[in-house]
């Protein structure tokens, strides 16, 4: 039984093609080295950390499009997302547009970044997405301006000074829900500088979120030795949230009732001369809150969503078919088990003396530890009273690693 991944709801366009007149390289800016990386390379690190599945878009100059090519696909390693390199434009606009045109149907959030911002850290990225989310509108990252900002005539002479409460320096990656900013893009009349001008100019409206000193543009000389110094001193990642390490956790819960008639399988585990427990399956509440609890941590649903609760080929069908195509769905999801915690909750069978015998079975099926304890509710309830049985369980995943892009791309 195969589920298919979900296709991606977010895209995240990378926007590389700029010349990088101000940074005075031979080369365009994204393919200058920092510190043994290219700078699009770096900026990649944060949009393939991210947790959730998305489509990565990246626009590159005509002349750099192999280049490009190449170093996403060593960021990309073995990660599933959907990754495209497209050709750029003349200015920032031009080519966030080519990048527009390159989005697939099932998105509905657009993310901008320049690559420009290589030290962009992941937990920037989860909170505009977010945020977008939750506002329903775009949202862009600002900081707050330290220096007293003065406004100046064309020969230098200062008019006045500017109210730095109400100004904000804005970063990216700027998000925004697809369709307005497709549409803002359609009736874009003159060049912006920024994503988030041009859905004001077509009448919508931005929020500001906290941006990221890491995120600060590499424009010139002093900002690239800037960048290679933090790079150097190992302080450009903020400490990792777990879902930049791509942590998750997941909980499970199931019971069955008791039916004498049925043979018992629990935790995988045939247990003659007991009662067996009712269910379409074979009613193994071990092993389904198990697959309930990896299902939940990887966003994936229930064991019920998944195999259906009377679909006629899974009639008695053994727990192992469940883990083991359970721990395949994570796998093409990009997880891994860590660990899986399992409670039984029951007066019958008598847990301990096969405890270590289950926990054997399940971990080798799961291909991580798995640990299962039994206790019973002191005659409360239905467990109590020997009605049936019931499992909490509680899993812990971590995303398939990515190899880190080597040097010299
Ligand atoms: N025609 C362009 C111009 C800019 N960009 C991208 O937009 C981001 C922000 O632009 P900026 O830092 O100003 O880059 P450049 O235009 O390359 O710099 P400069 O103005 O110094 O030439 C960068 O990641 C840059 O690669 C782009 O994709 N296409
Ligand atoms: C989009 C942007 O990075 C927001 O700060 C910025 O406006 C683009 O860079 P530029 O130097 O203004 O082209």
Known sequence: MTVPTPAPRVAIIVVAAGSGTRLGEPL????????????????????????????????????????????????????????????GGDSRQASVASGLAALLPSIETVLVHDAARALAPGPLFERVIAEVDSAGRGVIPGLAVSDTIKRVDASSTVLETVDRSQLSAVQTPQAFPRAELVAAYEVADREFTDDAALIQHAGGTVAIVDGDP????????????????????????SPP???????????????????????????????????????HSDGDAVAHALCDALLSAAGLGDIGGIFGVDDPRLEGAHADVFVLETVRLLAGAGFAPSNVSVQLVGNRPRFAPRKQEAEKHLSALVGCPVSVSATTTDSMGFTGRGEGVAAIATALIVAAARPTAGSGT
């Open 214 to 237: 890491l995120a600060f543009k590499i424009t010139t000389p002093w900002d690239l030795r800037r960048a290679q110094q933090l790079l150097a001193e190992g302080s450009h990642s």
């Open 28 to 87: 365009p800016k994204a393919f200058v080295e920092l510190d043994g990386r290219s700078i699009l390379s770096r900026s990649l690190d944060p949009v393939f950390g991210l947790a959730d599945p998305v489509q990565i878009v990246v626009v590159a100059p005509l002349s750099h499009l192999e280049h490009a090519r190449d170093i996403v696909t060593q960021s990309a390693g073995s990660a599933s997302d959907a990754c495209s390199v497209v050709v």
């Open 241 to 279: 949230s777990a879902s930049a390490l791509s942590i998750r956790t997941g909980v499970g819960v199931d019971a069955h009732a008791l039916d004498p008639a049925q043979p018992l399988w629990l935790a995988g585990l045939f247990w003659p001369d007991e009662a067996g427990l009712a269910g």
